[in-house]
């Protein structure tokens, strides 16, 4: 039997076009849980994918 690692992907929705970076550090929270947590970021309004550190970005909402 094959074992995956399952992880928790984080993303948060904003309203504006450009949401403030910080709003990421609220994923630690997930760091507590037993699982791992994978990439993730926040979808906004913004216009193309922006990185906000190594494993968060800026998605926008029209890719969704």
């Known amino acids: 039997m094959c074992s995956r690692m399952q992880k928790i992907l984080s993303l948060h929705i904003k309203k504006s076009a ?3 970076r910080h709003e990421i550090k609220k994923y630690s929270v997930i760091d507590k849980a037993s699982l791992k ?13 922006i990185p906000i550190d190594r494993d968060n970005c800026f998605i926008p909402s029209s890719l969704i």
């Open 37 to 49: 947590r994978g990439s993730g970021g926040i979808i906004c309004m913004c216009e193309e994918p």
């Open 18 to 20: 450009s949401p403030d």
